[in-house]
């Protein structure tokens, strides 16, 4: 059965301050295009969820065809490397998980800093960070991708079809032409950057410099032939050969914001197999297990945190007040939130660089250590919010580093997917700001299209050390991964071992926002995917909560403003994708969810 269905991320040290600042609405990874309302889908056998109909359907065939999960996922991201430009695609990243039917694996495929990087890479003549823009639009900017690399890697492991079929859709309609779409359009026409390159200018824009109206059929013959050479001779055509000649010579050559990023860097890259991080949560007097990725991902740390402390305070006795989060559940969900990103500003980098504190990164969802953090919450009705909220110390070890300060943080794409043998993909890959660093490559010049490259590089801390002199754990080093706040996330029934809960979303640091959101609606409030997505969207920015325009009371926001918290309203543009059990239960028919505020869609059988 089939029914179609940045952010200035002020998410740092999170320093109190006894008023708060004048509140100011931040700027979206990716911003909003249109609402359209979704009816969910149930199923039985195989269920795909992504951000695109074209590549949902890519890999609904996959499926169709007996493919596994994995399979499904590559046929989805080589679409969405076409269709979604503006997300993710070859020049960037991602974060996989995979259920095996036994166990969960976590395949890393985060971009790298080139082995020429250095810590004072963002770092401008007047020896201050460079501004966000200065920074991004370039090759300075610019990782060494990932997400062909890591992609490979699963399908060696997992997948059942041939390589060079899951390539057939993207060819297909690479060749062919696929109708640009109202928020593809809107993007293109709004970003300030992008046709300032030759390349992007000639495929993405007319030549008035007006973005391709919508319905007009975009062809990248460019991209189709790099999609074939791919298809047959795996990911080294790309991090080999011409094509890797052409991205580094894109990066180096750039006019006035050159990057280092070299052939070894390309030829070298590895992915990585990393132990997923897995925590116990009890809701509704069931108890399941939440997994997801590890450093130098903060996503599985962060929403662990936020939802482990609010275990431990009187928001599960909470309820909802015309079916929405009420202003006491919210003030206590900011209260959490604020405390589990001073955590991530504190501690969380790549682990190849940084150890955890008390040597696990399980110390920071340590049941005693939450409880110990909930504790700092005044739980009293109307109490006020705290005045600062400091990193703990969850290993009993003195803090040998800098807070990350504030910074921007951008955008992503995310996939769920489970098939017929109950195996499951949660994938959530990007270029990270729109875009990307607006470098895009092409082998082919004679005609137009190509690849965009990604701008990983800034979600490292543009300041390496603090003004004392104390290094940032997420500092630029030569072959480091950037943090990331991405969180592709599994939930399983605790008694039985069964997968019940497939879920992630776009959306920078707001990923940790709109992933907690999900969770708990379906886990606690009993919602069904599409329910918890289509909830209004909120999160905590520093002092301030976000809450989504239009969907809250004024109440709401009132009595939110009167425990001391800066409320901004603004859109909240989230791309979840979540596939679950009904009613959690092993076995149970699948309901899928995608979100409204973009173009998502879910098919399975």
Same mark, same amino acid.
């Given at each position: 059965?089939?029914?179609?269905?940045?952010?200035?991320?002020?998410?740092?040290?999170?320093?109190?301050?006894?008023?708060?600042?004048?509140?100011?609405?931040?700027?979206?990874?990716?911003?909003?295009?249109?609402?359209?309302?979704?009816?969910?889908?149930?199923?039985?056998?195989?269920?795909? !969820?992504?951000? =695109?109909?074209?590549?949902?359907? !890519? +890999?609904?065939?996959?499926?169709?065809?007996?493919?596994?999960?994995?399979?499904?996922?590559?046929?989805?991201?080589?679409?969405?490397?076409?269709?979604?430009?503006?997300?993710?695609?070859?020049? +960037?990243?991602?974060?996989?998980?995979?259920?095996?039917?036994?166990?969960? @694996?976590?395949?890393?495929?985060?971009?790298?800093?080139?082995?020429?990087?250095?810590? =004072?890479?963002?770092?401008?003549?007047?020896?201050?960070?460079?501004?966000? %823009?200065?920074?991004?639009?370039?090759?300075? /900017?610019?990782?060494?991708?990932?997400?062909?690399?890591?992609? @490979?890697?699963?399908?060696?492991?997992?997948?059942?079809?041939?390589?060079?079929?899951?390539? @057939?859709?993207?060819?297909?309609?690479?060749? *062919?032409?696929?109708?640009?779409?109202?928020?593809?359009?809107?993007?293109?026409?709004?970003?300030?950057?992008?046709? *300032?390159?030759?390349?992007?200018?000639?495929?993405?824009?007319?030549? *008035?410099?007006?973005?391709?109206?919508?319905?007009?059929?975009?062809?990248?013959?460019?991209?189709?032939?790099?999609?074939?050479?791919?298809?047959?001779?795996?990911?080294?055509?790309?991090?080999?050969?011409?094509?890797?000649?052409?991205?580094?010579?894109?990066? $180096?050559?750039?006019?006035?914001?050159?990057?280092?990023?070299?052939?070894?860097?390309? @030829?070298?890259?590895?992915?990585?197999?990393?132990?997923?991080?897995?925590?116990?949560?009890?809701?509704?007097?069931?108890?399941?297990?939440?997994?997801?990725?590890?450093?130098?991902?903060?996503?599985?740390?962060?929403?662990?945190?936020?939802?482990?402390?609010?275990?431990?305070?009187?928001?599960?006795?909470?309820?909802?007040?015309?079916?929405?989060?009420?202003?006491?559940?919210?003030?206590?969900?900011?209260?959490?939130?604020?405390?589990?990103?001073?955590?991530?500003?504190?501690?969380?980098?790549?682990?190849?660089?940084?150890?955890?504190?008390?040597?696990?990164?399980? *110390?920071?969802?340590?049941?005693?250590?939450?409880?110990?953090?909930?504790?700092?919450?005044?739980?009293?009705?109307?109490?006020?919010?705290?005045?600062?909220?400091?990193?703990?110390?969850?290993?009993?070890?003195?803090?040998?580093?800098?807070?990350? %300060?504030?910074?921007?943080?951008?955008?992503?794409?995310?996939?769920?997917?489970?098939?017929?043998?109950?195996?499951?993909?949660?994938?959530?890959?990007?270029?990270?700001?729109?875009?990307?660093?607006? $470098?895009?490559?092409?082998?082919?010049?004679?005609?137009?299209?190509?690849?965009?490259?990604?701008?990983?590089?800034?979600?490292?801390?543009?300041?390496?050390?603090?003004?004392?002199?104390?290094?940032?754990?997420?500092?630029?080093? %030569?072959?480091?991964?950037?943090?990331?706040?991405?969180?592709?996330?599994?939930?399983?029934?605790?008694?039985?071992?069964?997968?019940?809960?497939?879920?992630? /979303?776009?959306?920078?640091?707001?990923?940790?926002?709109?992933?907690?959101?999900?969770?708990?609606?379906?886990?606690?409030?009993?919602?069904?995917?599409?329910?918890?997505?289509?909830?209004?969207?909120?999160?905590?920015? =520093?002092?301030?909560?976000?809450?989504?325009?239009?969907?809250?009371?004024?109440?709401?926001?009132?009595?939110?403003?009167?425990?001391?918290?800066?409320?901004?309203?603004?859109?909240?543009?989230?791309?979840?994708?979540?596939?679950?059990?009904?009613?959690?239960?092993?076995?149970?028919?699948?309901?899928?969810?995608?979100? %409204?505020?973009?173009?998502?869609?879910?098919?399975?059988?």
């Amino acid at each position: 059965m089939k029914i179609v269905f940045c952010l200035l991320a002020l998410l740092g040290f999170l320093s109190g301050c006894s008023t708060p600042p004048s509140p100011t609405a931040p700027h979206q990874p990716e911003g909003v295009s249109a609402y359209a309302q979704k009816t969910g889908w149930t199923g039985s056998k195989f269920a795909i !969820a992504a951000a =695109n109909p074209l590549a949902t359907e !890519a +890999g609904y065939k996959i499926l169709k065809a007996g493919g596994s999960a994995a399979d499904a996922a590559i046929a989805v991201q080589m679409v969405l490397a076409l269709v979604e430009p503006q997300s993710s695609g070859l020049g +960037g990243g991602a974060f996989l998980l995979y259920f095996n039917g036994q166990q969960v @694996e976590a395949f890393d495929g985060r971009e790298t800093a080139p082995a020429a990087a250095d810590e =004072n890479l963002f770092i401008g003549k007047d020896l201050k960070p460079l501004s966000f %823009p200065q920074a991004v639009v370039g090759g300075r /900017s610019v990782g060494t991708p990932g997400t062909l690399r890591v992609l @490979e890697m699963v399908h060696q492991q997992h997948g059942k079809l041939p390589w060079a079929a899951l390539f @057939e859709s993207a060819i297909a309609l690479a060749e *062919n032409g696929f109708k640009v779409s109202p928020r593809l359009h809107q993007l293109l026409s709004a970003d300030p950057y992008l046709k *300032n390159d030759p390349t992007a200018r000639a495929y993405f824009y007319q030549a *008035n410099g007006a973005a391709h109206a919508p319905g007009y059929l975009l062809k990248n013959p460019p991209l189709a032939a790099l999609f074939r050479s791919i298809a047959s001779h795996g990911s080294s055509a790309f991090y080999k050969g011409d094509v890797a000649k052409a991205i580094v010579d894109k990066v $180096q050559s750039h006019a006035f914001n050159p990057g280092t990023l070299s052939l070894a860097d390309l @030829e070298n890259y590895q992915a990585i197999k990393r132990k997923p991080l897995c925590q116990d949560y009890a809701a509704n007097q069931r108890d399941f297990r939440i997994c997801g990725f590890p450093p130098p991902s903060s996503g599985a740390i962060t929403v662990g945190q936020i939802l482990g402390i609010l275990s431990h305070t009187k928001a599960p006795a909470l309820s909802r007040e015309n079916g929405l989060p009420a202003a006491n559940w919210l003030h206590l969900y900011t209260e959490a939130s604020r405390l589990a990103f001073a955590d991530r500003a504190q501690y969380i980098a790549d682990p190849d660089f940084i150890e955890a504190p008390g040597g696990d990164w399980q *110390n920071l969802l340590n049941p005693l250590y939450l409880a110990e953090r909930a504790r700092l919450i005044d739980q009293t009705a109307g109490a006020l919010r705290m005045k600062s909220a400091p990193p703990g110390q969850p290993g009993f070890e003195k803090i040998k580093h800098a807070a990350m %300060p504030e910074q921007i943080e951008y955008g992503t794409s995310h996939i769920s997917i489970v098939d017929a043998q109950g195996h499951a993909v949660a994938m959530t890959s990007t270029i990270e700001d729109g875009f990307g660093s607006r $470098q895009m490559v092409n082998t082919r010049p004679e005609m137009s299209g190509g690849f965009l490259l990604n701008n990983e590089l800034t979600d490292f801390s543009l300041s390496p050390k603090d003004t004392e002199g104390r290094p940032i754990a997420n500092r630029v080093q %030569p072959g480091k991964r950037p943090r990331s706040s991405m969180a592709p996330t599994f939930v399983f029934d605790k008694s039985t071992g069964g997968l019940v809960m497939v879920s992630g /979303s776009p959306g920078g640091a707001l990923i940790i926002h709109y992933s907690a959101k999900v969770l708990y609606g379906v886990l606690n409030w009993g919602l069904t995917p599409q329910q918890a997505i289509d909830l209004p969207n909120f999160g905590a920015l =520093n002092e301030n909560i976000l809450l989504e325009t239009g969907r809250f009371t004024p109440a709401t926001a009132q009595a939110l403003k009167a425990q001391g918290h800066a409320v901004i309203e603004t859109d909240l543009t989230s791309g979840l994708q979540s596939i679950t059990r009904s009613g959690l239960k092993p076995g149970a028919p699948w309901l899928g969810g995608a979100d %409204p505020r973009r173009e998502g869609i879910v098919l399975g059988e």
